[in-house]
């Protein structure tokens, strides 16, 4: 596993998208364009002091000249979103990673339909944009809170766009249920937000083929494995490194001198993504299909431990 080298890009630009949200835009310190994006992207930034964060990229791919995010000041913030709405000031120069995509886009799909909650809302703004350019079929259901909560409805504003305020409905969510029961059969469906939106639509669109519909998460839905017990070897050095109750794989690594490329520590971004050559993991991560997790070959080292005694990585 390779890390990838950041580009120095300067944060040449702060808007107010809604209460608690801003938009960020970054450009790159040495001419030329940056490298290419797909709706659903997400992009690491490099805050300083090994703070790594992931958020999704909400500008057009098209627009090879800037990287624009949308963050959220969360009141639970683990360092991320605190340190940009307080710490960041146009100007800033910092490290940006990526871009990768966990969350792609099928353009082809003969309908598609979104359901964001909140901050949820920000990968899918360029997944509109896009199936909109292409003359495609989607439909779009957005909740917020409290209306002026909602975020991007200059761009999003379509007769596509079902907006649900849960203060104009008494406080009661967005029906997530009802609207998969209500999609099409071969329809793509699409859905970011909060944990208890995420575990509805799971449950309400598990009975589709699971390539039919797709999930991404920004908070891990389970806790990493740290039952330790067990032994990691690096192929490549032939080390062999015990990893003890408490620790995850990435800590116990750590804390022997081996730097491992990772962001998030939830097992939601992809860094750490890491072959697997012998021994059978305990996922853990909310990335890898259930197919992908059966076949043992890959494991998120931040979060996911092991079920052998040894377990062999391509490290």
């Not at 310190?29 to 999704?56: C, K």
């Not at 079902?162 to 209500?182: C, K, Y």
């Not at 690594?253 to 491992?260: A, F, K, P, Q, S």
């Not at 059978?280 to 076949?295: F, G, I, N, V, Y």
Request: aromatic share 6%; proline share 5%.
């Amino acid at each position: 596993m390779q890390e990838q080298a950041a580009i120095r890009m300067r944060l040449t630009g702060i808007r107010y998208a809604s209460p608690g949200i801003h938009l960020y835009e970054f450009q790159p310190v040495e001419d030329g364009a940056l490298p290419a994006f797909t709706p659903g992207a997400h992009i690491d930034l490099h805050l300083g002091n090994d703070l790594v964060r992931q958020y999704s990229l909400v500008n057009a791919p098209e627009d090879r000249a800037r990287y624009v995010v949308g963050i959220k000041r969360d009141a639970a913030s683990r360092g991320g979103s605190a340190f940009v709405h307080e710490g960041l000031r146009v100007g800033d120069v910092i490290g940006v990673t990526g871009p990768r995509n966990n969350f792609a886009l099928h353009e082809d799909a003969a309908h598609s339909v979104f359901i964001a909650g909140g901050i949820g809302v920000t990968p899918i703004v360029c997944m509109v944009e896009r199936l909109r350019a292409l003359g495609r079929s989607w439909e779009l259901h957005y909740s917020v809170r409290r209306r002026e909560e909602a975020a991007f409805l200059d761009t999003l504003q379509d007769e596509r766009l079902h907006l649900h305020v849960d203060a104009e409905h008494a406080g009661a969510f967005l029906d997530v249920p009802a609207i998969v029961a209500a999609a099409p059969a071969d329809a793509h469906l699409y859905c970011c937000g909060p944990g208890p939106m995420l575990d509805a639509f799971e449950a309400a669109a598990g009975g589709r083929p699971a390539a039919l519909w797709h999930i991404e998460r920004f908070t891990a839905a389970k806790p990493s494995a740290q039952g330790g017990g067990y032994t990691v070897r690096l192929a490549a050095s032939n080390k062999s490194i015990a990893v003890e109750p408490g620790q995850t794989i990435l800590e116990a690594l750590r804390g022997c001198g081996v730097h491992v490329p990772a962001s998030c520590e939830q097992g939601i971004c992809g860094t750490c993504e890491t072959r697997v050559l012998q021994g059978t993991p305990d996922h853990r991560d909310s990335l890898l299909s259930e197919e992908e997790k059966k076949a043992n070959d890959v494991m998120m080292i931040c979060c996911s431990g092991s079920l052998s005694d040894v377990l062999v990585l391509d490290l």
